[in-house]
C-alpha cells in the first residue's frame, strides 16, 4: 500500500487503531529503507573516492540513487503528515462524542415561545454514523437530534452563501425534546394571559 492510500477515514476508536498499526507498518517499512539507502549512498561514494568537498564528478548510477533516496524521503514526510492528519480527525472524534454526551445531559428539554425555529439536515451524519441526522436551532442554541415531528407548518430559508444551503424555518412554536434526542415542534400557546 502506498502513503497515498493511507488518507486516514476511519470513524471509531478501533479504526483509528487499525489505521496506526497499517502506518506503522509502511513507516517502518519507508524509515528502514531510507537507513539502507543512505548507508548504500555512503558506500558508493566512497567507493567512486566522492566525499565532502571534492569536485569530481559523480556517476548516474549514483545520481539515480540519490534522486530514489530523496522521493522515499518524501514519502517519508507525507506519511508522518498522515499521522498529524489521523491525529486530529482522531481528536474531532472524541469531541464529538463528548459534545453529545454533554448534549443528551440537558434533555429531555421544553423551550416555549420560541422565534425562528430552524432545522437542517446534518451532513456529519453522512460520515460518522454516530451522529444525529438533524441540527435543530432555537433561541441561539444548536442541538442535534435524531427525528423531528412538527405540528405546525413551515418555510424555506435559503441561504445559498452558506455551508447549509437552506433550512426549514417554524416562525414561531414550542419546542420539547426528549431523552432519546426526538423533538416535536407544537404552535405555541400563551397560558399567562
Not at 569530481?56 to 518524501?74: C, D, H, M, T, Y
Not at 430552524?118 to 441526522?133: A, C, G, L, Q
Not at 405546525?152 to 426549514?168: C, E
Request: aromatic fraction near 10%; charge should be positive; charged fraction near 30%.
Amino acid at each position: 500500500m502506498s502513503a497515498y492510500g493511507m488518507k486516514p477515514l476511519f470513524t471509531d476508536k478501533e479504526g483509528y487503531f487499525q489505521w496506526r498499526k497499517e502506518w506503522k507498518t509502511i513507516y517502518s517499512f519507508l524509515s528502514e529503507e531510507i537507513k539502507k539507502d543512505k548507508k548504500t549512498l555512503s558506500v558508493l561514494m566512497q567507493e567512486r573516492h566522492l566525499h565532502y568537498g571534492s569536485f569530481q564528478p559523480e556517476s548516474g548510477s549514483v545520481k539515480k540513487f540519490q534522486k530514489e533516496l530523496v522521493i522515499k524521503r518524501a514519502m517519508a514526510r507525507k506519511v508522518m503528515t498522515l499521522l498529524e492528519e489521523a491525529k486530529l480527525r482522531r481528536d474531532r472524534i472524541l469531541k464529538m462524542h463528548h459534545d453529545l454526551a454533554e448534549q443528551k445531559s440537558f434533555f429531555p428539554l421544553e423551550l416555549n415561545d420560541c422565534r425562528n425555529i430552524d432545522f437542517h439536515y446534518n451532513k456529519v451524519s453522512n460520515e460518522f454514523s454516530f451522529m444525529p441526522m438533524w441540527v435543530l436551532k432555537v433561541k441561539g442554541r444548536q442541538f442535534l437530534i435524531n427525528d423531528l415531528i412538527s405540528n405546525i407548518g413551515f418555510k424555506v430559508k435559503n441561504t445559498p452563501d452558506k455551508s447549509t444551503r437552506g433550512s426549514l424555518r417554524i416562525p414561531r412554536g414550542s419546542v420539547n425534546i426528549s431523552k432519546d434526542g426526538s423533538a416535536t415542534i407544537n404552535a405555541y400557546v400563551d397560558t399567562e394571559g
